[in-house]
């Protein structure tokens, strides 16, 4: 455990009590300047001959978000059919989308026909592109046998993945797709999420390999997954220094083949994760005496950023005192579920158990943040779970306005498609 609290990020004390007041408790922040930031960064990827980079919109999908990233220059990588058509209704230009998806949406032929691109992740789903596009030009998902997360479910590369084409099947994928008359431009892998740098690298480097089989290919789209730290201490992936290896590897490849290949790197985590904030209140307090813990606890929870339950992931969390106090406390942080898994400090890596953190001493009614909730939580979370409705989400300017990007859902819209037959 760190020997000080956590800091507030890129919110400020102020902007916290401000929101707080006109918006309520709980509710996501993002904030422009991170989020420029991130953006930024990632348009500067090392490349040999042109980047295409996406934000791989499951990470957040608030259709703000994406108009923000893709008005900086950054396309959208849909993980589903529905993805897709949200990143439509939020004004996307189909041309500007690529799906890589498990599961193929039915309406994949008029999605095709908005000018969307495909990766296909298995022979069904070339079967199902020829299908809905004969003749067309598609990329492939290749599993290259090796993956790295942060955890073993957000691990997406190696046998124990289910994801992509297994490397050694993508010979027969190729010539499936050649029988059925299409052209493979492109290949993909994404190995996980929180990707060991040396390990994504090492992937990017041998995937090459995989396109002196495909004479067709010109783009070679090396996914997402760098890692990012939340906690302080934890390191982020330096995208200068990831990007350089694979972009003399790009060049050699050149060298040796005469093929410039364009590369496609598509981010979630990375771009957002430090750039969004969720904003609690404390609501109550207990303690189980000398042999237990003292708690601490949030009107919010899994219901918000279900990261902790899930992975036993590490959120900073910041207790923000009405009053000033250099006090400090350590508590277990817990949501409002009535479900003991619903806890905010999980040991790391281990979501069955408790770690308690060094927090300033919190009353009932101060405000608490948990930081780096930008990616994957109002996007994946135990959403409606003891028919809590969903949170708001803001974005913070950077002159310090805010506005509200979803409004906080009236509980009776959970349940309005219920009908009455009992
Ligand atoms: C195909 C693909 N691309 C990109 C991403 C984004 O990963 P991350 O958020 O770790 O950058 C994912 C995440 O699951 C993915 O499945």
């Not at 058509?85 to 996307?92: D, S």
């Not at 969720?278 to 899994?302: E, H, P, S």
Request: proline share 6%.
């Amino acid at each position: 455990m760190s020997e000080s609290p956590e800091t507030l990020r890129f919110l400020s004390a102020g902007h916290a009590r401000r929101i707080a007041s006109q918006v309520g408790t709980p509710v996501y922040i993002y904030g422009e300047a991170p989020l420029e930031e991130a953006a930024r960064a990632v348009l500067a990827f090392p490349n040999a001959f042109g980047l295409t980079a996406r934000f791989a919109m499951k990470a957040c999908p608030n259709g703000n978000i994406l108009r923000f990233f893709t008005n900086l220059g950054l396309g959208l990588d849909c993980s589903s059919g529905y993805e897709v058509e949200r990143a439509l209704a939020a004004g996307i230009p189909a041309a500007r989308i690529t799906l890589t998806c498990q599961e193929a949406p039915a309406n994949l032929p008029f999605l095709l026909k908005k000018g969307i691109s495909f990766n296909a992740s298995s022979p069904a789903q070339i079967e199902a592109f020829a299908a809905a596009k004969p003749r067309g030009e598609l990329g492939l998902r290749i599993n290259p046998g090796l993956g790295s997360g942060s955890t073993n479910r957000t691990n997406v590369g190696g046998p124990a993945s289910s994801f992509g084409i297994w490397k050694d099947a993508v010979d027969g994928a190729r010539q499936l797709a050649q029988r059925l008359a299409l052209r493979v431009v492109r290949l993909h892998t994404h190995i996980g999420s929180g990707s060991d740098p040396a390990v994504w690298q090492r992937v990017a480097a041998m995937s090459l390999d995989f396109v002196d089989a495909f004479p067709e290919v010109t783009a070679f789209d090396l996914g997402g997954g760098f890692k990012v730290g939340r906690m302080s201490g934890e390191k982020t992936t330096d995208l200068q220094e990831v990007g350089l290896p694979v972009k003399e590897a790009f060049e050699a490849f050149a060298r040796k083949t005469g093929r410039r290949l364009h590369l496609e790197i598509e981010p979630g985590t990375w771009l957002v994760a430090n750039a969004g904030a969720l904003l609690t209140t404390v609501q109550d307090l207990a303690d189980t005496g000398a042999q237990g813990y003292r708690f601490l606890k949030l009107d919010a929870g899994m219901t918000e950023v279900l990261r902790p339950s899930l992975y036993g992931a590490q959120h900073p969390i910041v207790v923000i005192p009405q009053t000033h106090t250099d006090a400090t406390e350590t508590c277990v942080v817990v949501g409002h579920c009535c479900e003991s898994g619903d806890v905010l400090t999980p040991a790391p890596g281990d979501s069955e158990g408790l770690a308690p953190r060094l927090l300033a001493r919190a009353r009932i009614g101060d405000l608490c943040v948990i930081e780096g909730a930008g990616a994957y939580c109002a996007a994946m979370s135990a959403k409606h779970y003891n028919s809590f409705p969903e949170a708001p989400e803001v974005f913070l300017r950077k002159n310090g306005r805010f506005e509200v990007i979803r409004k906080r859902q009236p509980a009776k819209e959970l349940w309005r498609h219920e009908r009455r037959v009992l």
